[in-house]
């Protein structure tokens, strides 16, 4: 393509914050009609190079080029008026709102003096349609689901008449059809010249969807690809190393049983849910949307009730709904909605890692804050946070690393059982491959795992055993040679009780894919964020 073509040029971008470069002279280009994916680690620099040109951050060095002219934009208003929008992983709408009064937020046409209503929900009708959302524009936003928000916020974009669209993680929290429609529209607006930054955790996707990669690491941009590169290579790219096994899985021995649930039941959301997961043992508990294992992790742990049944730890039952009494048995969870479940955002590292194990550390009715901090110093050491110190809030650290914390006070609490709900989740290669590595050692040391993920490869390569869920309901369970994704597939379509060996009546069923069910988030840093993760 010639230079005609570009839209967007950045040049030697360089972002500093104190004591910390954020950015150094980064390049990257972007040309109409193209879907260039950005690609690198959490805490790489993505989300920086995305707030400069969104206007958030100004460069401290550096050009920005627009349509072949030199831009510097003082904030997103200036951003969005040079054809620049950007959907952000969490979204900017106001959920009170109409789907057309969040589209034309701040800019709402006017007659008279007054918002002219009829003229606005016509505009918001015609870019829904251009998206392919079948909303009405009086809906209330409130009421949408994840998949339909984003198609608003797309919406949203065209309605600025946006030349280059930012999608950070777009794909973090959609199934696997939600996830179709959503390229398929990226592929309409490419063709009709619009220049897409695509940045994902996911590597399949970009060969489905991208026509170049630029990858970045520790601030900088180390390398560009065509789509169709090996992902051997990709990943070598990003993390500045060769990963020669993607899910380092090394079985233990099982021993004593070590978390029994026997006919758990809630009215609408689980009925007669019996399994155990053993000391040495990883345990895989798949299924589609919908089909209850959240639902069912919460009420192990004590987060939810239920109605009937039993959970028990060590051979010693729980009294249901009694978060304390399942912690006080050695029992922890990894939340899937990191966020809202799993972190205190504006605390530190070091609070955070240290809160599940407080109880331990009081001596006398105080708190012993230095072996507090030498305890939590050593965790996140061992996993790799990438932080300022122990003292920086846990909201300013990327995605990977907010879920490294939130493991790490599991490991402080020196915890049993471990139930991982979407432990991957908007975290890069070379950080699953830690979170993996750590799995093997708690069952190296004598811990169970209950592994809940949506990532089908990532089930099959971590699990000893893979329980399989649909509608509410066990269908079967797989070990070894048996655990294939056709199998498990084949379980997660079921809808009648198990059959002899393990097996459900096939029924009709529609292939989720990704899990939702809680919020996810991914590569997820704030105006400050990971900067301070370099």
Same mark, same amino acid.
């Given at each position: ?15 500093? %914050? ?9 390049? %990257? ?15 790489? =620099?993505?989300?920086? &190079? ?53 589209? %034309? ?21 015609? &870019?829904? #349609? ?11 936003? =409130? ?24 999608? @950070? ?50 601030? +900088? ?19 500045? *190393? ?15 049983? &070590?978390?029994?649930? +026997? ?16 000391? =040495? ?9 919908? #089909? ?8 192990? %742990? ?183 994704? @056709? ?5 997660? &379509? ?19 894919? *990704? ?20």
């Amino acid at each position: 393509m010639s230079s005609h073509d570009e839209v967007l040029r950045v040049e030697g971008v360089r972002k500093c %914050f104190p004591g910390v470069v954020a950015l150094d002279s980064v390049d %990257f280009d972007l040309r109409r009609g193209e879907v260039h994916a950005l690609l690198g680690e959490n805490g790489a =620099g993505k989300s920086t &190079l995305i707030k400069v040109l969104a206007g958030a951050h100004r460069p401290d060095a550096g050009r920005l080029v627009v349509d072949g002219r030199e831009v510097r934009p003082e904030n997103t208003r200036d951003s969005e008026q040079l054809g620049i929008a950007t959907i952000h992983q969490e979204f900017t709408l106001v959920p009170e709102l109409t789907v057309a009064e969040n589209i %034309f937020l701040g800019r709402q046409p006017r007659r008279f003096g007054l918002i002219d209503r009829a003229r606005m929900e016509n505009a918001a009708a015609g &870019l829904l #349609a251009r998206v392919g959302l079948a909303v009405s524009p009086r809906a209330r936003v =409130g009421g949408l689901g994840v998949a339909r928000l984003q198609m608003v916020e797309i919406a949203k974009a065209l309605s600025l008449d946006a030349r280059v669209l930012v999608m @950070d993680e777009p794909t973090a929290v959609l199934t696997a059809g939600e996830v179709d429609t959503l390229f398929a529209l990226v592929r309409r607006l490419r063709a009709e010249g619009v220049g897409i930054v695509f940045i994902t955790h996911h590597l399949e996707e970009i060969a489905a969807l991208a026509d170049r990669v630029t990858v970045m690491r520790d601030g +900088r941009t180390v390398g560009q690809a065509p789509a169709s590169a090996p992902e051997d290579e990709l990943v070598r790219l990003m993390v500045g *190393r060769d990963i020669e096994q993607q899910y380092p899985r090394e079985a233990a021995v099982p021993g004593e049983t &070590l978390l029994a649930v +026997r006919s758990l039941s809630r009215a609408g959301a689980f009925d007669d849910v019996t399994f155990e997961v053993r000391a =040495g043992e990883v345990v895989g508990l798949a299924g589609l949307v919908g #089909a209850g294992r959240t639902e069912v992790a919460r009420a192990v %742990f004590g987060a939810d009730p239920y109605d009937a049944g039993e959970v028990a730890v060590a051979g010693r039952p729980l009294r249901g709904g009694d978060v304390v009494a399942a912690l006080r048995a050695g029992l922890g969870l990894v939340p899937e909605d990191r966020k809202g479940q799993g972190l205190m955002l504006d605390a530190s590292v070091q609070d955070n890692l240290s809160l599940v194990a407080l109880r331990s550390a009081t001596r006398g009715g105080l708190v012993d804050t230095a072996a507090s901090r030498e305890a939590a110093g050593r965790v996140a050491r061992q996993l790799g946070v990438r932080m300022s110190g122990p003292d920086q809030p846990v909201r300013t650290l990327s995605g990977g690393n907010q879920q490294k914390v939130v493991i790490g006070k599991w490991l402080m609490a020196d915890v049993r059982v471990l139930v991982l709900d979407e432990p991957t989740r908007g975290v890069d290669v070379g950080a699953k491959v830690e979170i993996y590595r750590l799995v093997n050692e708690l069952t190296a040391a004598g811990h169970a795992v209950l592994m809940i993920s949506s990532d089908l490869p990532e089930v099959l390569g971590m699990s000893d055993r893979v329980l399989v869920m649909a509608q509410g309901r066990i269908t079967g369970e797989l070990a070894g040679d048996e655990a294939t994704q @056709d199998a498990v597939m084949a379980l997660a &379509l079921a809808t009648g009780p198990p059959g002899p060996g393990g097996t459900a009546g096939d029924g009709p069923g529609a292939v989720g894919g *990704r899990d939702s069910g809680g919020a996810g988030d991914g590569d997820t840093d704030s105006d400050k964020e990971q900067h301070r993760d370099q």
